[in-house]
């Protein structure tokens, strides 16, 4: 015969699975986010990025050799040059839009830019180096040194880096600055996914109890089940949809960046490697039993969704650190407050997660990681049983932590 918790665990999966809406997200979530990630990554890149365009500058004559420098640099550079002795007509051609801004020499050997718009990084930066090495080149030219062999000595040299690899013996040579923001940007997304997927499993468990509750249909469900079962039926069964969603996400994400490497030749970074989703799906699942147990208990000591989003109110704080730390975190995955915040159960998932994706982490650490993570779901379901046991027929009052932990205390 079907245990009462077997049953209470497939309605909530059904329940949750059989939506619409869960089919929906889960087919076009990856999408979606690859979306939220890549467009502004790429609009930005195209805002700063204006190398193909044809750029109008102004300059305000002054017959100096320096002037004509610059004006003679820019245009061999591809750049629309608009020369004027008079300041007025560079002014008005600005706010008709006929150029981006012009350059007037200060009387002193610098120059000046003057736009409506100085927040083009693109042109203020290329106009700067311009403007820079003319007048260089001319000081070296006084001094009666020739400026293209002291650029030539100057030049700067390449470092590359080489990613050393202590099972293989090896050493392969890697993009330094991709791989900065690689390990940055994929424990972002991670720990973004797994603050996401927890707050919203963890409070439809919250809102479930709190909807049953209020309209009195746990009273006839407790008549035929157990609260222990009850709860944990809830906990587990969407832990279980959760568990199906991310599985078909993973198995997205893995397709998608094999298929994009076999066609255009992109090597992986090791932070998309296939282990790194394994530890993906292994952190959100602990996380969700540690905080869905932490759902149920304050839903069942909870009159309505807006007194369980009070009591909630540790829990979301639990789930937010992390990712204020993330930053910090993976730069430095071995720091003492990485360390300690990957150890401690209510901030590990995200934390051990980032520190696995930047880095090495020592194998003592994830497994102490994973043992306290377990311990803690064990001891957090067992106090949320006792909580549930006791709040789920209480009603007509907005309970407080001081009464949860005096229930803990009944015996």
């Given at each position: 015969m079907k245990s009462k918790l077997s049953t209470v665990l497939a309605y909530e999966f059904k329940k949750i699975v059989c939506k619409k809406s869960f089919i929906i997200v889960t087919i076009l979530g990856p999408f979606l986010m690859a979306a939220l990630v890549l467009i502004p990554s790429l609009s930005s890149i195209s805002s700063v990025d204006r190398s193909g365009e044809t750029i109008s500058i102004g300059i305000l004559s002054d017959g100096s050799n320096l002037t004509y420098a610059v004006r003679d640099t820019l245009s061999a550079s591809g750049w629309n040059i608009v020369?004027?002795?008079?300041?007025?007509?560079?002014?008005?051609?600005?706010?008709?839009?006929?150029i981006e801004g012009y350059l007037a020499p200060d009387g002193k050997g610098a120059f000046g830019y003057y736009s409506d718009d100085t927040g083009d990084l693109y042109v203020h930066s290329t106009l700067k180096n311009v403007v820079s090495n003319v007048i260089i080149s001319d000081r070296l030219a006084k001094q009666g040194l020739d400026p293209q062999m002291v650029f030539s000595m100057m030049e700067e040299t390449g470092l590359p880096s080489y990613k050393l690899s202590q099972k293989e013996n090896s050493a392969e040579e890697s993009d330094s600055e991709g791989s900065y923001i690689m390990k940055l940007l994929v424990p972002l997304f991670f720990a973004m996914t797994i603050y996401m997927a927890i707050l919203l499993y963890g409070q439809s468990i919250g809102r479930s109890v709190v909807a049953e509750k209020s309209s009195k249909i746990v009273d006839v469900l407790l008549s035929s089940v157990r609260p222990d079962d009850l709860l944990m039926g809830k906990i587990f069964g969407v832990a279980l949809s959760g568990v199906l969603q991310f599985s078909i996400w993973i198995i997205f994400a893995l397709v998608g960046v094999s298929l994009f490497s076999t066609f255009t030749g992109f090597i992986i970074p090791v932070q998309l490697s296939p282990i790194n989703f394994v530890y993906l799906g292994v952190f959100f699942l602990?996380?969700?039993?540690?905080f869905g147990a932490c759902y149920g208990a304050v839903g069942a000591a909870s009159e309505d969704e807006q007194h369980m989003g009070q009591l909630s109110y540790p829990f979301l704080l639990c789930l937010i650190v992390p990712i204020c730390f993330i930053s910090s975190i993976s730069s430095n995955p071995n720091s003492a407050l990485a360390v300690f915040l990957s150890l401690f159960p209510f901030t590990s998932p995200m934390v051990m997660l980032t520190?696995?994706?930047?880095?090495?982490v020592p194998i003592w650490q994830l497994a102490l990681s994973i043992v306290l993570l377990a311990g803690s779901i064990y001891l957090v379901m067992k106090l949320a049983a006792k909580i549930f046991r006791v709040g789920i027929l209480l009603t007509g009052k907005n309970f407080k932590f001081a009464d949860m932990k005096s229930w803990l205390l009944e015996k």
């Open positions: 020369e004027n002795t008079d300041e007025e007509s560079l002014k008005s051609a600005v706010f008709s839009k006929s602990l996380g969700f039993l540690l520190r696995l994706v930047g880095g090495q």
